[in-house]
């Protein structure tokens, strides 16, 4: 079956231009997550959804980062006014529920220039 | 705040060989999960293995097992009989009962044949 699907698999844009970033889970999941990985890091949680509870989002690490998800399905991760600190691999996930294992997809990698 | 230390940045193991992988949190909470994930150079991050705070049993997959010591709050990862296929960045992650999730810096594993 399909698995977890974020695109675009890379990105690449100026610093100053917002980039918005898309995920399909796994139909039926109804737990979605994001997370930030820099080369050679660990992951850093960003924001995860539970159904139609209001996210958490307190691992978004400025106001420039927004998410949403529509439907209790397909989520987008936006970042305005990227800076080159945002440079990374974004990564979402999803799961049955919270707590259960999670299903990653292959990531974007994001570059500011 | 839950923290997750993973002590060791580098490993390498010979082919059919056991290695250990080492993983430490801290948390107040007494009901959590714990969960080692595998991400293959440039390829996806899959679940590894899944812990249950309150099961005193160690979670066992195949040739993945742990060695979980709640008291000493230590989550190690054994890999019996290592395979090439093994080669990997290994996550440890926590997610608490009130979904705090946090993951370690992870440790890149190499297989030697």
């Known amino acids: 079956g399909a698995g977890v699907s974020q695109s675009p698999s890379n990105k690449v844009t100026e610093k100053g231009k917002d980039v918005e970033l898309r995920c399909d889970p796994i139909?039926?999941?109804?737990?979605l997550y994001w997370y930030r990985q820099s080369l050679g890091q660990g992951l850093e949680f960003l924001i995860y959804?539970?159904?139609?509870?209001?996210?958490?989002k307190s691992g978004l690490p400025s106001d420039r980062f927004s998410a949403e998800r529509t439907g209790g399905s397909v989520s987008t991760l936006t970042i305005q006014r990227t800076q080159q600190e945002d440079s990374a691999v974004y990564l979402c996930?999803?799961?049955?529920?919270?707590?259960?294992?999670?299903?990653f997809g292959d990531g974007t990698r994001l570059s500011i220039l | 705040a839950q923290t997750v230390t993973q002590s060791q940045p580098e490993m390498s193991v010979q082919e059919a060989e056991t290695v250990t992988l080492s993983c430490t949190y801290d948390?107040?909470?007494?009901?959590?999960?714990l969960f080692w994930y595998k991400q293959p150079p440039s390829r996806q991050m899959i679940l590894v293995i899944r812990?249950?705070?309150?099961?005193?049993q160690n979670a066992t997959e195949n040739r993945f097992s742990v060695n979980f010591q709640k008291a000493a709050k230590s989550f190690s990862l054994k890999i019996s009989d290592s395979q090439l296929g093994d080669t990997a960045m290994y996550f440890c992650?926590?997610?608490?009962?009130?979904?705090?999730?946090?993951f370690g810096a992870g440790t890149r594993l190499t297989v030697k044949p």
């Open positions: 959804f539970q159904g139609n509870s209001a996210p958490d």
């Open positions: 948390t107040s909470e007494s009901n959590y999960y």
């Open positions: 992650a926590f997610i608490s009962g009130n979904n705090d999730m946090r």
């Open positions: 139909s039926g999941h109804t737990a």
């Open positions: 812990q249950e705070a309150y099961k005193q």
């Open positions: 996930a999803s799961s049955t529920s919270l707590n259960q294992p999670q299903h």
